[in-house]
């Protein structure tokens, strides 16, 4: 992501319905004007990201956005219990085609 890209471009895959994900990006790039849009996720949502990112590039705005870069980690906190967790993570990152 480049340093003029905002918070508001970040979306965060959670426990919503899959279709208000994929409208979040088609909505970031058509009406807010977004250059780049980060689709972020950890553990098991790690493949709706990929989802979501995949139907906004290849039915919604097919020929508009293109996968620009994906990048893999994982994050180490305490659960309730107090345990250390590590759980993976994944940031896709969509960029509008010139």
Do not use: H, W
Not at 20 to 37: C, H, I, L, P
């Amino acid at each position: 992501m480049t340093e003029t890209t905002g918070r508001d471009n970040f979306i965060y895959i959670g426990n919503k319905p899959f279709m208000n994900y994929v409208t979040s990006v088609v909505v970031q790039f058509t009406t807010k004007g977004a250059s780049e849009v980060l689709v972020k996720a950890r553990g098991k949502f790690i493949s709706r990201a990929v989802d979501v990112a995949e139907v906004a590039c290849k039915r919604f705005l097919k020929d508009q956005i293109r996968v620009k870069d994906i990048n893999i980690n994982s994050e180490e906190f305490k659960n309730n219990e107090g345990k250390d967790v590590r759980v993976s993570t994944i940031d896709v990152v969509l960029e509008k085609l010139k």
